[in-house]
């Protein structure tokens, strides 16, 4: 009996042992992926013929690693990465100066927008039947940190091919200087574990950024530039 009763026990102080580690503080350190996408607002600041009139969505992917203070809050460094450009029409005129039909033009405000932020973020944590272990986390805060842009700052040209001057080149895309800077902004995001240690992450945030960029083309007229951007992303994370 006695020997029945104190492998129950064993047995009890194992199981409850293993729920004990699915619950915080126990699991203080998070990472994951993030991929998704993110639109891009025209960058302000240049001129208005350099800003382009519209822009599309893209890419944009992160690295995270989270740590938890405690259920409730959450500190969090992200380093992501995006490609910006912005669409317009260029003004083109002849040798003698007479206005002709516009052309589509492309700015590439940055080959790789890559940023690394330290977030805040407050933790609503949500748990299984009887508190066995931490089902899914809902959490919102703020982030500040810096922000390169990767760009060569080329320019290309292209033919009119039409009357009256179908030699006539004009510029049909145009690169931004590469840059530094910051960007801050908020996010709101879910995840849910489908096993003690792995989640399904989802997350919507909005940043602003301000980049200084190395421009020597035309007075500079891209030195500095400052836009808002989106991401939404879809990601795994594993607790540790």
């Known amino acids: 009996m006695k020997a029945l009763l104190l492998t129950a026990s064993t047995l009890l102080a194992c199981v409850s042992g293993a729920f004990a580690q699915n619950l915080p503080p126990d699991y203080n ?13 025209r960058p302000l600041g240049p001129a208005t013929s350099y800003q382009g009139t519209r822009t599309k969505t893209v890419h944009d992917y992160s690295v995270r690693l989270d740590y938890f203070f405690d259920p409730h809050w959450m500190l969090h460094l992200d380093i992501g990465d995006r490609h910006w450009e912005s669409y317009g029409n260029w003004k083109i005129n002849d040798l003698q100066g007479q206005q002709l039909k516009s052309r589509p033009i492309t700015f590439v405000v940055a080959d790789h927008a890559i940023n690394e932020n330290v977030a805040i973020n407050y933790v609503i944590p949500f748990y299984s039947r009887y508190n066995r272990f931490n089902r899914a986390n809902l959490y919102f805060g703020v982030c500040f940190g810096l922000m390169q ?22 510029m049909s895309k145009y690169d931004y200087g590469s840059g530094t800077g910051f960007n801050t902004g908020f996010q709101i995001g879910y995840t849910w574990y489908v096993i003690p240690r792995l989640g399904i992450n989802v997350e919507l945030a909005m940043r602003y950024a301000q980049i200084n960029t190395i421009d020597t083309h035309y007075g500079s007229e891209n030195a500095k530039f400052h836009t808002i951007y989106f991401p939404e992303t879809l990601g795994l994370r594993w607790r540790f």
């Open 29 to 41: 350190w998070e990472v994951g992926v993030n991929v998704g996408q993110s639109t891009l607002t």
């Open 149 to 170: 842009t990767v760009n060569d700052g080329s320019i290309k040209y292209s033919n009119y091919k039409s009357a009256p001057d179908s030699a006539l080149t004009y």
